[in-house]
């Protein structure tokens, strides 16, 4: 072996071997003492009533397997009011802001046969979450 690839050997090593025990102290610096006792906070929970009035999503119309003969459909629901919905089907994807009311109608259009449609309720508060309903409505028309 050359005298250089020797070197570079030892060199290699020598710097493992440093950060290797360098990390192992670091890990026993940091470990938690066995006897340490975990302080708990003594005040009471207190949860946000903002959330509790929140609609959730309901679709009145049509209902999930529905079997139609015509080339559109109408959904009707609820959901919480200022909400952002969003309608995704395999004929037409669909966006609807809602106002001071909660109630929606929209007119979509659908394929022949299978439709399954996915129906996104984004609130505009935060701390409630985002709902989806997804049904399915079979058109026969020929």
């Known amino acids: 072996m050359k005298k250089e690839v020797l070197v ?12 290797a025990f360098v990390m192992v102290r670091q890990i026993h610096e940091m470990e938690i003492d066995k ?4 302080k708990t906070n003594s005040g009471k929970l207190q949860l946000s009533t903002t959330s509790q009035n929140a609609q959730n999503l309901e679709i009145s119309e049509p209902s999930t ?6 080339s559109s459909i109408t ?4 959901a919480q009011s ?9 004929a037409k994807d669909s966006v609807m802001k809602l106002g001071n009311k909660s109630d929606f109608s929209i007119k979509l259009p659908i394929i022949v046969g299978e439709n399954v449609i996915s129906i ?4 505009e508060d935060k701390t409630v979450r985002t709902q989806e ?9 020929k």
Request: with cysteine; hydrophobic share 50%.
């Open 120 to 123: 996104t309720m984004y609130p």
């Open 8 to 19: 570079a050997i030892v060199c290699g090593v020598g710097l493992g071997l440093i950060v």
């Open 133 to 141: 309903k997804i049904i399915k409505v079979y058109n026969l028309q």
């Open 82 to 90: 200022k909400s952002f919905l969003v309608f995704q089907s395999t």
């Open 65 to 70: 397997d529905a079997v139609v003969d015509q």
């Open 35 to 38: 006897g340490a006792q975990i």
């Open 75 to 78: 959904i009707k629901g609820k």
